[in-house]
């Protein structure tokens, strides 16, 4: 079948309508429509992460020459729209504020008279991490817990407060291994991407179960 159009032109539309079941088309046929390119470094702003486009999505429809519509897999579930992306030069610092503020606080022990906890690391203190630049939200534990075995909940704290330089640093063995896909061995591969499936598994928010209606629940 004849997919030129009277100028001469291949029409990209009518190669998708009928003339073949699985076109192949260039990543520079939807040129004129992508905001951004694979391997792009981008901040998903509904998500609160910073991620990396895998592969550019162009939806075609009949009768125009160029994509209608473009999202990006950015490996986190789903497919995202341009306005929901955005890149580093246009991030003014505030993308990173969410994790930035992680720190450990020593809040004062009111269930033990500092004499009482002389073997505690920090007699007279306990830790409360703070995820909020107003010192609110984050993480602390019961007094109980506490003094049962106090090391282990400082390294609990000291552990969760560095989770974003930790998250930071997985992001960047997943986006060397994307970079240097023939180069990188396979063991630094294997790393990126055990690193990818736990960065998904922190955006994924089950689904809210429906409730049963009353003639059900009768």
């Known amino acids: 079948m004849n997919d030129r159009s009277p100028q001469g032109k291949i029409d990209l539309a009518s190669r998708i ?18 905001v951004f390119q694979r391997n792009q470094k981008v901040w998903v702003e509904s998500v609160g992460a910073w991620a990396t486009i895998e592969k550019i999505v162009p939806v075609w429809a009949k009768g125009f020459d160029e994509p209608v519509r473009v999202t990006y897999d950015v490996g986190l579930g789903r497919e995202f729209a341009a306005h929901e992306l955005k890149p580093e030069d246009r991030v003014d610092g505030g993308a990173d504020a969410a994790t930035a503020n992680w720190r450990i606080l020593r809040a004062r022990n009111k269930w033990q008279q500092e004499s009482d906890c002389l073997h505690h690391p920090y007699p007279g203190t306990y830790p409360v991490v703070v995820t909020d630049p ?25 552990l969760i407060a560095a989770a974003p330089q930790l998250h930071a640093l997985a992001r960047q063995l997943v986006e060397l291994a994307a970079d240097h896909p023939e180069d990188a061995p396979p063991a630094l591969v294997a790393l990126a991407q055990r690193a990818s499936a736990i960065e998904r598994s922190l955006h994924e928010v089950p689904a809210a179960e429906v409730a049963p209606s009353a003639v059900e629940a009768g």
């Open 17 to 34: 309508s009928g003339s073949y079941d699985h076109p192949e088309l260039s990543e520079n046929a939807c040129v004129a429509k992508t």
């Open 134 to 158: 107003n010192d609110w939200g984050g993480w602390r534990t019961p007094g109980a817990e506490y003094d049962r075995d106090p090391r282990k909940i400082e390294f609990q704290a000291r």
